[in-house]
């Protein structure tokens, strides 16, 4: 089923008026593939919201980077779905790992301490169904911080992420998931399938033997093993390539070891899969976000189940068109 590449760019608290019209006529010069090979949002601070959207080529979209979680009201410094609404926004970004780690958005209910009675929410997922029901799109944001990944818990961490959204969302026509690992933003650390390939060599040299490894083997949930030159090539299962296991079994990581990413795109869509369904799984855009830029974004969009991306830095840079260019 068809999934248009979605490339988001996600200007964060940069940039001056004269700063931010020079990104936008930038962008107004690219040449960029048709709307139906690529759908293009770019989020501007809230202040710069109107001047972006008044200046912006039209077949670009328009995201903010929050909202309020329910309707506005007495809640001095934030913005409502309903104002973006009115502003003729489309989009939001929600759940992005800089508001959970540093504003302490999370999964877990929040009983407001001057009127607990009036005001419980969980945050991300009651933003993303509030946001929704007022007609905006949604850049939902999931990741695993390093250390979480480092003991093996990423899959655990971005499924209790998608769950909190996936429990109260019913229609997925309007999100868009972004896996972004949080150790991978603005880092330059990117998570990509080659770098998957780079062996880890504090635990081989543990082991014993240093390997050249081609390939992470994930079967099944299980990484299987690294393995070595000459292999004879399975198959292919879902976006994973099955390997020959050719008796490192060693060397094996235990599940939800050093996943690549594209791995965790290929999950979460079982994810999806499995706790929502089968077209929810075939159609929501899994888009990848952490360090993307002009030069990893093509071996990236080349992932079957990466379905575009969430760009920080990039964004603000001339680069931002080679990774919108880079869905052809
Ligand atoms: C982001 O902030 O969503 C992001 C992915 O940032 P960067 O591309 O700079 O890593």
Redesign the pocket.
């Known amino acids: 089923m068809g999934r248009t590449f979605f490339v988001?760019g996600?200007w964060?608290c940069n940039g001056t008026r004269e700063e931010v019209k020079k990104i936008v006529s930038t962008l107004n010069a690219g040449e960029v593939p048709s709307q139906d090979v690529v759908e293009v949002v770019v989020s501007p601070p809230y202040v710069f919201l109107s001047l972006v959207k008044g200046l912006l080529r039209p077949e670009f979209h328009i995201a903010a980077q929050n909202c309020w979680v329910k309707k506005g009201g007495a809640f001095t410094g934030e913005v409502s779905a309903e104002m973006l609404v009115n502003l003729g926004i489309p989009w939001v970004?929600l759940g992005?790992?800089?508001r959970r780690l540093i504003l302490n958005e999370s999964n877990d209910a929040c009983i407001c301490p001057l009127i607990p009675y009036i005001f419980s929410f969980q945050f991300v997922g009651d933003k993303v169904v509030y946001a929704l029901s007022q007609g905006l799109k949604v850049i939902a944001?999931v990741g695993e911080t390093l250390e979480q990944r480092e003991s093996g818990s990423t899959m655990e961490v971005v499924a209790a992420q998608t769950k909190a959204i996936a429990e109260r969302v019913s229609n997925w026509a309007n999100v868009v998931l972004?896996y972004?690992p949080v150790w991978?933003?603005?880092?330059?650390k990117?998570a990509t399938p080659a770098q998957a390939q780079e062996p880890n060599t504090e635990r081989d040299c543990k082991e014993g033997i240093f390997v050249d490894l081609v390939e992470i083997n994930y079967i099944e949930g299980q990484v299987a093993c690294y393995v070595t030159q000459p292999i004879e090539k399975l198959g292919t299962l879902g976006s994973v390539q099955v390997y020959l296991d050719i008796g490192l079994s060693h060397l094996s990581l235990e599940k939800g070891g050093d996943m690549p990413s594209h791995v965790v795109h290929f999950e979460l869509r079982k994810w999806l899969q499995a706790n929502t369904s089968p077209e929810v799984a075939a159609t929501t855009r899994i888009i990848y976000?952490?360090?993307?830029?002009g030069a990893n974004c093509k071996e990236l969009a080349a992932q079957p189940d990466v379905d575009g991306?969430?760009?920080?830095?990039?964004?603000l840079k001339p680069e931002f068109i080679d990774i919108i260019k880079s869905a052809e």
């Open positions: 988001g996600n964060k970004i992005h790992s800089e944001c972004a972004e991978a933003i603005g880092t330059g990117v976000g952490g360090s993307v830029s991306f969430l760009v920080g830095g990039a964004s």
